[in-house]
DNA sequence: TTGTAAGCGTTATCAG
DNA sequence: CTGATAACGCTTACAA
């Protein structure tokens, strides 16, 4: 409530030395800088963010459009976009900022629409995107998901699993996409068939008939990729309830903590989200180059656990 | 970067019109309204926030403070601070809000006096706190733990499981307590002892052994009370490779995908976190009633899957 | 229905 | 080293 007016009043001196103290500026005296913390101590003074910005044009702000999906839940099921949010906080923290999100709520389009007209607002978008109009201003921060996808394929053939199927619920999401893309190519580099297979998200019982169904047409399947660990979790169950005496290898993508505690525990690769949290805020923060249309790939790694042990 | 006052000249008419036109105040026509809108459009005019909330003398912010724990990852782990945000999210966005949260990095002290200090930042606290000098104007949004402790222990015992644990990581956390509270109480107005077991959230071979020698020394155990659905997953795997023939009933907490999608499928007490989050965000928005000292509570609901059919 | 002008809290320029 | 003073972009009495 108290402003730096009031504060200098109380400390005898101008406003602006005030504020100069507020800053900790050499301009002034220890001695004056000391009266002056001292008032803004007694009438527990805090600056005015919106008039310091204000002047300063900036914001000290900004902003994460997270995607929506179907349904309320998948987001927060998805640990990666708090491990995201948590590297930008991480970032913006150690810089001052004050950070803004608008959780976007409508249909994924105009998203970019939305930052075009905030034409001071610079942007990253963590992950890729289908969206064609981007501004050039906007920069990318992304793992690269076909790259993940070839080596998990190679990952497989290299332990010994010869006949593998992709396992995914949604080729509408672009990573999903990718690491199928990657992983077909692999194996088409190495002459082998590069099947796949698609599970519902809501209807477990279907997915048990899917499986079967496709396990009794392709008896030689040895293992799974699946396209992330929720998809992995689903099939250790979905292979428990279709009582297979058979044990297929499965690797999986985003490394959770529910792969390690998975039984068996999951092989996974790792595609460091707090990372690419931290660039994201880290170019965010950049000014200097906000022209430049570039994009920042964050490395993944193959972490080895038990279900990919073919013994 | 054009000013309202751009616009205006642009119209052909004053800043004050040309603000009102902003807000569609019906205190000017309709034509020039339009005049005035379409030389918005024509500037890619947007308003400056910082310069409407300093004269409004409004942040429309609000502070998510998240709390810290060991690993940087048990934050994204848990589905419920995500679906909280997401919660307090839409909230926000229906009332034009933009929203802001530190995350919070330090000691968890001096949360409460970082707020305290924002002398005109009204705070809403999600899930309870162990901190005494809690500022009068906090309101809190919870759920009510030790009654869902004590609905999980009833639920048990009628379902045929005599003999309980509680299973947990960490009675520091206040949530993990108040279950375990809830639980012991119910316990032991049944006569009935209320067991507990402490489990490593990093050393699973330790775990093994904490379980085995556990179930040497009470032989009769049949089911398990889990402080949150991570624990009861790691109980899952425990009895894998304990290679314990015993089937025993466990419930969880939290009801995240993951208890859906265990094998066996967890029944779970769903504590709404999505509710809590819209919940804070509208008391945090309902400024009339910032002096109330009071307490939301968000109710629970079990969740009843395979984990418990004793059969 | 519209315009004028004061002021929101802060910083920066410039003069002392 | 310190103090006036003019911005920053916007809203809102008050006046017309």
Same mark, same amino acid.
Do not use: W
């Given at each position: ?68 999906? #179907? ?22 923290? #150690? ?16 998203? =970019? ?41 190679? =990952? ?36 082998? #068939? ?14 048990? @008939? ?72 880290? @170019? ?28």
């Amino acid at each position: 409530m108290a402003t730096i007016k009031d504060v200098a009043k109380l400390a005898g001196v101008s406003t602006s030395t005030a504020s100069r103290a507020l800053h900790d500026s050499d301009m002034i005296s220890e001695a004056t800088k000391e009266r002056v913390r001292k008032a803004m101590e007694e009438l527990d003074y805090s600056p005015n963010y919106s008039a310091q910005n204000l002047v300063n044009r900036t914001t000290n702000t900004i902003g994460i459009v997270l995607p929506v999906r #179907e349904s309320k839940d998948s987001l927060g099921n998805n640990p990666f976009f708090m491990q995201i949010i948590q590297g930008i906080s991480s970032i913006c923290s #150690e810089n001052g900022y004050i950070h803004v999100f608008f959780l976007y709520s409508r249909k994924n389009d105009s998203v =970019f629409e939305f930052v075009k007209n905030q034409k001071n607002v610079s942007c990253v978008v963590v992950g890729s995107s289908y969206e064609e109009k981007i501004p050039k201003s906007v920069r990318f921060v992304d793992n690269d998901n076909y790259q993940a996808g070839r080596d998990a394929a190679a =990952f497989m053939l290299e332990k010994g699993y010869e006949h593998l199927v992709f396992a995914y619920t949604d080729m509408n999401e672009l990573v999903q996409t990718e690491r199928y893309q990657g992983y077909s190519a692999y194996m088409q580099s190495c002459d082998k #068939e590069a099947l796949s297979l698609h599970f519902s998200r809501v209807n477990e019982d279907d997915n048990v @008939l899917k499986l079967q169904s496709f396990l009794a047409e392709h008896p030689k399947t040895q293992g799974f990729v699946a396209c992330d660990d929720i998809m992995a979790i689903r099939l250790q169950r979905l292979f428990k309830n279709s009582q297979s005496l058979k044990k297929y290898g499965i690797i999986s993508f985003n490394n959770s903590l529910i792969t390690a505690i998975a039984n068996p525990a999951l092989t996974s690769i790792d595609i460091f989200p707090y990372q690419l949290g931290e660039k994201a805020a880290q @170019l965010l923060l950049d000014k200097k180059q906000k022209e430049s249309h570039q994009k920042v790939i964050i490395s993944h790694k193959i972490i080895e656990r038990e279900s990919t042990n073919n013994d």
